[in-house]
């Protein structure tokens, strides 16, 4: 077998055999500006009403996801699934995840909770139990602007 030493072109491939029956669920949003004149402008733009969590392509994140365990995998995914929209701190029920993915040791639990602990996904509340902060630099679920407003680098 032999392996592909070149990205292949992607140009006039054909149509993605997923694409046939996908339906993108939209909503308007209306906001008012101020235009250069002075006076105001209505603009309108379209958004997914589908809840979606967002996965931020930093350098160096795909590699701490390589070194992570499956079950530590398997935990931040349920995390990305999981968070409640512009909360960046979610509780995991312990017992329900653990039935839920099969898990049978505590430990397991608590070796997936320290990998994504030690590799800076997600960090312990000091004073809610199974809580933990998530790490908006990694992922988040909703619009970081308006969770952090002070944070924007304009």
């Known amino acids: 077998m032999t392996r592909q030493k070149e990205k292949p072109d992607f140009t006039d491939i054909g149509i993605n055999p997923f694409e046939g029956n996908l339906v993108i669920r939209v909503n308007k949003k209306s906001n008012e500006v101020t235009n250069k004149f002075g006076n105001p402008d209505k603009i309108e733009s379209l958004y997914e009403s589908v809840k979606f969590t967002k996965v931020f392509d930093q350098a160096g994140v795909k590699e701490l996801l390589t070194i992570l365990s499956a079950k530590a995998k398997e935990m931040y995914l349920h995390i990305i699934y999981s968070l409640e929209p512009s909360c960046d701190i979610i509780w995991i029920h ?6 839920s993915y099969g898990i049978k040791s505590i430990n397991t639990f608590k070796e997936a909770v320290k990998g994504l602990s030690e590799n800076g996904f997600i960090y312990p509340h000091v004073s809610i139990k199974d809580s933990y902060w998530i790490n908006p630099h990694y992922f988040f679920k909703g619009n970081r602007f308006n ?3 002070n944070k924007l680098n304009k």
């Open 94 to 99: 312990k017992d329900r995840y653990m039935k």
């Open 147 to 149: 969770k952090y407003p």
